[in-house]
């Protein structure tokens, strides 16, 4: 997680506008929370970059939401051992 959350501090963030994060100070100073939420933001990145090499784009996101999420709960089921 951590070395995820250092590829974001070191590749992604000094290419932008900062991304403000909202919620407790005393939470959000904690290296744990930080870590997380810079490897949930590098890989929203890295997602919606490969969606769009593939040839994704903003309005098949939005027109084929329900086809994406069945598929994603098959997907799912077949990794997820029946108990």
């Given amino acids: ?13 000094p290419l932008g506008p900062r991304i403000q994060v909202t919620g407790s100070p005393a939470v959000l100073q904690s290296p744990q929370v ?9 890989a ?3 997602a919606a970059v490969l969606w769009h090499q593939v040839g994704g784009g903003r309005l ?9 999420v069945n598929q994603a ?3 799912l089921a077949h990794l997820t051992p029946e108990l």
């Fill in 1 to 13: 997680l951590s070395a995820m959350a250092g590829i974001y501090v070191d590749v992604i963030s």
């Fill in 34 to 42: 930080q870590a997380k939420v810079r490897s949930a933001l590098l």
């Fill in 44 to 46: 929203g990145i890295r």
């Fill in 60 to 68: 098949q996101l939005m027109f084929s939401r329900n086809r994406l």
């Fill in 73 to 75: 709960k098959q997907i």
